[in-house]
């Protein structure tokens, strides 16, 4: 690592394949958005000859972001795979999303990867949700890199870049977060500064000049040793601090030379298991230059430190009727056991599924079990279902390469499984198998549609049934109470790029509409009501009185209807039809059209007639009772109040406890959790916090995250009630 050089011509017009599991490199890219993940990707396919100096695939088609969406918004928003050869190893890079509200797309770009690259902007540091993500992956141990970009801005210094790095991430131990290489800047230009030209190697005290556009190998000059010994020593010593060979320490202390192969030997098993996270520098080629600076450098940390897939312990497995089995491991020959980790559609090709195989081979045409379960509070169903496997292929972009088969620790896309939805397990059918689900965020930003015209109602269902089995971030709502279809998503821009794939994708135009929550109706006192239904316009006539008391009961209770009739002034037969009346109105509503609940309706007293008298004249007289009742009665609006734990820097909770506050919310608790992070617990009305997913990553700048769930119904304050009524009343 660091100081070997490959010429490998990569992998131009044909797929990269794998033969066995350590020769592959599972690679996810971590940043935020502008950090230039998208900028690096395409600078390693271009060093590794994966595609052209236009950046373009020989086989047609830019390699990465080429997605019509992701041009028209100037940002990645989905997961892209670009496998690259490097050194005779396939490196499956994973390409993520850095805006927030496509952290599904990045979950799974982690789920499917065993290592990451964190990239960083010089120009613009670490950010609080990169070091969200940074924590999760030590969570699990993941192995970790960092690389520095954007160099060539303005007051942009490595050095300082380093040492934000080393105190953001690094945590109790800073010292494994160091750099392999420092950069070399060439003369002055006319602004006054000085562009990246080289590197030089701390270990290997090698100059790697790339001013030519490829990668040229010197001895340094006799003053640039002297510079760079601080960083050297201090990156010798990070290395024997997680080295196995207890004598290292001993050796250098004494002054002993350590031998250069020993300590890269140490320093690669070491990133391997996630105990050193070495910082690295890259920048995209010049144009007409085949190798950009740092790119031969981060591929020989991939193929020499990152682990392969061997290394890794695959996710917990299950029997789909929740038995536990043996731990799975690596081996092509295994049982299947393979995840989808991204769904997308092909408007000629249809469903196109990307896997992650975890054990076993993969081949085309062979019949899998389709096994998915656990979301159906997104919208998703349980299933169980045989399928066969179509095309196997590689993606690079939007082009797709034809592979014979996919082996355990590889990535391929699976064509044509019609059932087969993002987090679902592929195994063999005579061995079904379900593999526990990783971590998803929920949706919390609601989003109500209506289709456009006829012809969209028609295909509304259909197409967001695919859009929400592509995407498991996202929820479908059917809401009985408000009869509002509702999208749940992340935020806006996710909002935003799933109306845009429902409409050029599917061709359903929808239109957006104010997002109603559940509000119910109630008594605020007793009250008395007769309902008098009677008509004689020839024929069989229509002929029901009854008299009805209303008095308001504890929340929960719902809706009790009590029979006190006396002497048979109303029938036996007919007291259930009065009974069904008053619920139909309740149901109805009876001041604002809302549901009423949690009141006690007794039924005093009526007549009938022997003739005229029905089941329907009864429900009737049953529904005008309850509707007279509420006319001289207190009736109270009941808004649906959340309990919400918001979790957020500690330098942000007193903005969010105010901002609760100044939206009704009541905050009932606050705690520490983990390190300069505090939960603030409140309860705040529903409909107060319709855009709370937008206005906290504001409010937090990006750091802060919420949840949410149902608490009661509680009176709303008479002014809200007040307008929400004149509106109703205005809507008739």
Not at 438 to 464: C, F, N, R, T, Y
Not at 547 to 562: K, M, Q, T, W
Request: hydrophobic content about 40%; charged content about 25%; some cysteine.
């Amino acid at each position: 690592m660091g100081d070997k050089t490959s010429t490998h011509p990569g992998a131009a017009g044909r797929a990269v394949t794998a033969d066995q599991p350590s020769s592959v490199r599972n690679v996810v890219l971590v940043g935020h958005s502008g950090s230039g993940k998208t900028t690096l990707v395409e600078a390693l396919a271009l060093a590794t000859g994966a595609v052209n100096r236009a950046g373009r695939v020989e086989d047609g088609g830019c390699a990465s972001d080429y997605d019509e969406i992701e041009h028209r918004q100037q940002r990645s928003v989905q997961l892209s795979l670009l496998p690259v050869e490097w050194g005779g190893i396939k490196i499956n890079l994973l390409d993520t999303p850095g805006y927030a509200d496509f952290v599904g797309e990045l979950r799974a770009g982690l789920r499917a990867a065993d290592a990451a690259l964190f990239i960083v902007s010089a120009a613009d540091g670490v950010d609080g949700a990169t070091r969200m993500v940074w924590d999760e992956c030590a969570a699990v141990s993941m192995p970790r890199a960092l690389v520095i970009t954007h160099l060539e801005a303005a007051r942009a210094d490595f050095e300082e870049m380093t040492a934000v790095c080393r105190r953001a991430l690094g945590g109790d131990s800073p010292d494994s977060v160091l750099p392999l290489y420092l950069p070399l800047r060439g003369a002055e230009g006319a602004d006054g500064h000085a562009a990246v030209t080289g590197l030089v190697g701390l270990l290997s005290q090698r100059v790697f000049d790339y001013s030519t556009g490829v990668r040229t190998e010197t001895a340094p000059d006799a003053e640039q040793l002297p510079l760079i010994q601080e960083a050297r020593d201090r990156l010798i010593e990070g290395i024997i601090a997680e080295s196995e060979d207890e004598t290292l320490m001993d050796r250098y202390l004494s002054g002993a030379e350590l031998d250069a192969k020993t300590l890269v030997e140490d320093l690669e098993r070491a990133v391997a298991r996630g105990r050193f996270h070495p910082v690295l520098a890259a920048a995209p080629a010049a144009e007409g230059a085949r190798q950009g600076l740092g790119t031969v450098e981060l591929l020989e940390l991939i193929t020499g430190g990152f682990p392969t897939p061997l290394e890794r312990e695959a996710p917990a497995v299950t029997h789909p009727g929740g038995a536990r089995r043996a731990p799975l491991v690596c081996d092509p020959a295994g049982p299947l056991a393979a995840e989808v980790v991204k769904t997308s559609s092909d408007p000629y090709v249809g469903r196109i599924s990307l896997v992650r195989v975890f054990s076993g081979t993969l081949r085309p045409d062979e019949t899998v079990h389709v096994s998915g379960h656990g979301l159906q509070d997104r919208g998703h169903e349980d299933h169980d279902v045989d399928e066969r496997v179509g095309a196997l292929s590689s993606p690079f972009g939007k082009v797709q390469r034809s592979v014979p088969e996919a082996i355990a620790g590889d990535l391929a896309c699976v064509a044509k499984l019609s059932r087969a939805e993002t987090g679902d397990t592929l195994s063999a059918k005579d061995a079904p198998l379900l593999m526990e689900p990783w971590v998803m965020p929920d949706p919390l930003l609601p989003v109500a549609i209506e289709a456009h015209s006829k012809a969209d109602e028609d295909k509304l269902s259909q197409g967001l049934g695919r859009l929400v089995a592509e995407d498991p971030t996202m929820r479908l709502e059917q809401n009985p109470d408000t009869h509002q279809v509702v999208l749940w998503c992340l935020g806006e821009a996710h909002m935003d790029v799933a109306l845009e794939r429902l409409r050029t994708r599917y061709g359903v135009q929808v239109d957006t509409v104010p997002h109603k929550v559940s509000l119910r109706e109630t008594f605020g006192g007793k009250a008395a009501g007769r309902g008098r239904h009677v008509k004689q316009s020839g024929g069989h006539g229509q002929y029901a009185i009854c008299e009805i008391e209303v008095e308001p009961l504890p929340p929960g209770s719902g809706i009790d209807f009590v029979d006190k009739v006396v002497g048979g002034a109303v029938p036996r037969q007919f007291i259930p039809s009065v009974e069904k009346g008053v619920r139909a109105q309740a149901a109805r509503g009876i001041a604002a059209g809302y549901p009423l609940v949690d009141v006690r309706v007794t039924l005093l007293d009526g007549k009938a007639h022997s003739v005229d008298s029905s089941d329907a004249a009864f429900q009737t007289a049953g529904a005008l009772a309850l509707r007279e009742a509420a006319a001289d009665a207190r009736i109270h609006l009941l808004e649906p109040v959340a309990e919400v734990q918001v979790l957020v820097s500690d330098e942000y909770v007193g903005a969010v406890m105010s901002d609760l506050s100044g939206r009704r919310g009541r905050v009932v608790g606050t705690e520490q959790s983990g390190a300069e992070r505090t939960l603030v617990r409140a309860e705040i009305p529903e409909i107060e916090i319709g855009r709370y997913a937008v206005d906290l990553r504001s409010l937090s700048h990006g750091t802060g995250r919420f949840s949410r769930s149902y608490a009661r119904h509680e009176p709303m304050p008479a002014q809200l009630s007040d307008r929400i009524r004149e509106q109703a009343e205005n809507g008739r």
